[in-house]
């Protein structure tokens, strides 16, 4: 008996079923991913654009008779029991999805179900109804007219009937995130799910339909090859809401071709750092710090937005920059035990080889700039260079630890870099002052400001790149009953 392929796609079987009437409306075929010690084959499925064409309305259906009849918290319980599953060790598809995701990105099934992890616990019922309090006030805005007294009236809150999702694979066991949002809004799902890594998604649909098989049908899981226009075009012309996740040439391309009217929100190529004030370098901490510091560059293996790209330290405190730089380097060793670096092709290993060994030529002919890191271990690379530039690092865990005089020299580096690119700043500060620098970053365009060791782990709350991304969803409809000097008169 042969074993069943994993799969990246999902479609309710009622779905599938009407699909299939369509002449030449699916073809499913093999991908194969080899990267030497391991080797996987996935299931996929190609929808012709009168296939996905139908099967964005058979969501609406779905949406108007399932979602759009229950209650948020509701959707919220049921979602809550999905992430419970997933946060238990000895639910089986969660290890499918470790060793899957594992063989075909090449991160760590260490790094992978640490990422897990870290989604789930913030998809949790609490975390969901808070998002949509922080975005919304009351939930249940979106069941109904409720009575608002700021307005002296009644409100209501309305989703898109279809949000379409476009993911990226640089983090693993992310794409549930938007699925969870739409859902939250009342909104049926289509989610494309990058060939990066294509199994999560519908494993997590999976889930939800053993779970909730009425829920579920509101969501599919599918694919098109990048460059097949026609089919792009049909989702695009089909959908209600688009989000997008991809670097700035596919988010550029998109703008171009979706339609005009048709809005969006856009996770584009981001940019982290972290900053250490001398008030945070005293000797009794420090090598607690460089972990928490270490940590935030080591995880997903510096390839996501929340991984910071340079760690700027000021001078003059109790550890001095380079001490600082070896004690994250003895750090960076720590999570490469813990949390193990992913499996390099061979041209990607040989391109790190090269850097590599650039990295010590460059060191011996500027006194400037020095290599921390052992010279025979590769896991990761630790540097101090003194530089009034930015750079950004090539990731595979490359910390560059630059010296700074104070706040000034932050604001000459860092600013420049605009809304467009900032997005988070973790800050190690004891004293009063960093209350005025997180306005300096807020101006800036940074849209997240933690202390080291939580870059990772944003919360539902977070206004994801500096969006409402639930807020933005939604359309409000006021019913008001009193003229505004009659509001004030009560």
Known sequence: MTQELPRAYWISPEMQAAIDTVPGGSIRFIKEYDRGSEKIAVDFLRLSPEALGLLTRLLREKRDKILARRSVRDIVHVLDKVAKKWLSASYAPRETAIQGISAITGFSPEMVEHSIYLEQVSSQGPHLLHALENELGNPSYLDDFLLNDNLGGYSRAVGPEL????????????????????????????????????????????????????????????????????????????????????????????????????????????????????????????????????????????????????????????????????????????????????????????????????????ESMNDKFQVIAAPDDYSFTVVLEETDCFEPTSGDRFLKVVPVNDFADVERMIKPLGKSYLQCAAVASEETPFFELRRSLARWGVSRVVRPGIMATPSMMWHHDGVSCLGKMVTWCDHELMLPEELLAQ
């Open 163 to 362: 949000v379409g999702a476009i993911f990226s694979s640089n983090i693993p066991a992310l794409p549930h995130l938007e699925v969870m949002r739409a859902f939250l809004v009342k909104a049926a799902c289509l989610g494309r799910v990058s060939a990066g890594e294509p199994l999560f998604l519908a494993l997590y649909a999976q889930s939800l339909f053993e779970i909730d098989p009425e829920l579920a049908s509101c969501l599919a899981v599918v694919y098109w090859e990048r460059g097949d226009l026609e089919t792009e075009s049909a989702f695009l012309q089909n959908i209600d809401y688009l989000v997008a996740y991809g670097g700035e040439s596919q988010t550029r391309r998109l703008m171009s071709v979706k339609p005009p009217g048709l809005e969006a929100t856009w996770h584009g190529h981001k940019l982290g750092f972290s900053y250490i004030c001398r008030d945070a370098l005293g000797r009794k901490g420090v090598q607690e710090l460089a972990r928490k510091v270490a940590y935030d560059f080591s995880i997903f293996d510096g390839f996501a937005c929340l991984c910071p790209q340079v760690c700027l330290v000021e001078r003059n405190g109790e550890v001095s920059p380079l001490e600082f730089a070896r004690a994250c380097s003895t750090e960076m060793e720590y999570w490469a035990r813990r949390l193990p670096p992913r499996c390099l092709e061979l041209s990607d290993a040989a391109h790190k080889y090269r850097r590599r060994e650039l990295l010590f030529m460059r």
